[in-house]
């Protein structure tokens, strides 16, 4: 194994933290809802108390410092349903419930105003959105609703998006193989392999999304690069297979060895009949997608 792929695997990964930039925090005010519309207690105040006091848990969340674990709180409570759509967030309630500052949950507020999960109008304040408003394909969001009451839904979505998506990356990153992408590549497989013999699956699972995540971005299409990290993210959340190197396997090892060499020979039509035997070892793949036809 590389120096390079021993530290890729063991490095920690610094996520984007989404602050707003200066002077946008202020872009209009947040107004506080008209007393008749705020009918009983805010929804937080009959939600699970943990999630409260965010100053005083371990940090974890994506973000850094209160604004990343308010993000994290407030985001898995709109997408769990605890805070209905069209509900307003009132940011002195808010920091009430929470113990943080007006700073940091406007802060907050932006980021998931980004998201699509909030909206922030003059003289109105800040709503939830419907579902059909959310950006679904963002990390964050994909996480929370693995972790959340539509995890079933995530989870066969995020198979029929990837049964989509990386067939074709591999066929495409066939056609631009370059010898330092196939070595990490070929270094993925072997932490894989190391990590199968010692029983990590941790390991096993970082190197897994090291190599799909690698293997859209060679692919040569930008759109398709774009859509990386919704891989990555796919591989990573918990709740439920979604591929079957979800459960370390044989089997994972070997068309995982075959996409290798596929596209060490330039081979793009095998590199993809590999990806999708990859894509349906698990049942619970296969119930979402066909297996591909024998010729």
Same mark, same amino acid.
């Given at each position: 194994?590389?120096?390079?792929?021993?530290?890729?695997?063991?490095?920690?990964? %610094?996520?984007? %933290?989404?602050?707003?930039?200066?002077? !946008?925090?202020?872009?209009?005010?947040?107004?506080?809802?008209?007393?008749?519309?705020?009918?009983?207690?805010?929804?937080? @105040?009959?939600?699970?108390?943990?999630?409260?006091?965010?100053?005083?848990?371990?940090?974890?969340?994506?973000?850094?410092?209160?604004?990343?674990?308010?993000?994290?709180?407030?985001?898995?409570?709109?997408? %769990?349903?605890?805070?209905?759509?069209?509900?307003?967030?009132?940011? @002195?309630?808010?920091?009430?419930?929470?113990?943080?500052?007006?700073?940091?949950?406007?802060?907050?507020?932006?980021?998931?105003?980004?998201?699509?999960?909030?909206?922030?109008?003059?003289?109105?304040?800040?709503?939830?959105?419907?579902?059909?408003?959310?950006?679904?394909?963002?990390?964050?969001?994909? +996480?929370? =609703?693995?972790?959340?009451?539509?995890?079933?839904?995530?989870?066969?979505?995020?198979?029929?998006?990837?049964?989509?998506?990386?067939?074709?990356?591999?066929?495409?990153?066939?056609?631009?193989?370059?010898?330092?992408?196939?070595?990490?590549?070929?270094?993925?497989? +072997?932490?894989?392999?190391?990590?199968?013999?010692?029983?990590?699956?941790?390991?096993?699972?970082?190197?897994? /999304?090291?190599?799909?995540?690698?293997?859209?971005?060679?692919?040569?299409?930008?759109?398709?690069?774009?859509?990386?990290?919704?891989? %990555?993210?796919?591989?990573?959340?918990?709740?439920?297979?979604?591929?079957?190197?979800? =459960?370390?396997? !044989? /089997?994972?090892?070997?068309?995982?060895?075959?996409?290798?060499?596929?596209?060490?020979?330039?081979?793009?039509?095998? /590199?993809?009949?590999?990806?999708?035997?990859?894509?349906?070892?698990?049942? +619970?793949?296969?119930?979402?997608?066909?297996?591909?036809?024998?010729?």
């Amino acid at each position: 194994m590389s120096t390079l792929a021993h530290t890729m695997m063991t490095a920690a990964r %610094s996520a984007d %933290s989404g602050l707003a930039g200066p002077g !946008e925090l202020d872009r209009y005010p947040y107004a506080e809802a008209p007393a008749a519309e705020r009918v009983g207690p805010p929804a937080w @105040e009959t939600a699970d108390p943990e999630l409260g006091r965010v100053g005083r848990r371990a940090a974890g969340s994506r973000g850094r410092g209160l604004h990343g674990q308010l993000v994290q709180q407030l985001g898995q409570m709109i997408v %769990s349903g605890d805070l209905g759509a069209d509900r307003p967030l009132v940011p @002195e309630e808010i920091g009430q419930r929470f113990e943080v500052s007006r700073t940091v949950v406007r802060e907050s507020l932006r980021v998931l105003e980004a998201k699509g999960l909030v909206s922030a109008r003059p003289n109105v304040g800040t709503r939830v959105r419907p579902v059909s408003d959310w950006n679904l394909l963002d990390p964050d969001i994909i +996480e929370w =609703r693995a972790f959340g009451p539509q995890r079933d839904d995530q989870r066969r979505e995020l198979a029929e998006l990837r049964w989509t998506i990386e067939p074709l990356a591999a066929r495409l990153a066939a056609g631009h193989g370059r010898e330092e992408v196939q070595q990490r590549l070929v270094d993925m497989v +072997e932490i894989m392999r190391h990590a199968f013999a010692q029983g990590d699956a941790l390991t096993f699972s970082r190197a897994d /999304a090291e190599f799909h995540t690698l293997l859209i971005q060679v692919a040569g299409n930008r759109m398709l690069e774009h859509l990386s990290g919704i891989v %990555s993210s796919a591989l990573q959340v918990s709740g439920g297979p979604v591929t079957g190197c979800d =459960r370390p396997s !044989e /089997a994972c090892l070997s068309h995982h060895g075959r996409i290798v060499d596929a596209l060490a020979a330039g081979d793009g039509a095998a /590199a993809e009949a590999a990806m999708r035997q990859l894509l349906t070892v698990h049942p +619970e793949v296969e119930r979402v997608v066909p297996a591909p036809r024998e010729h």
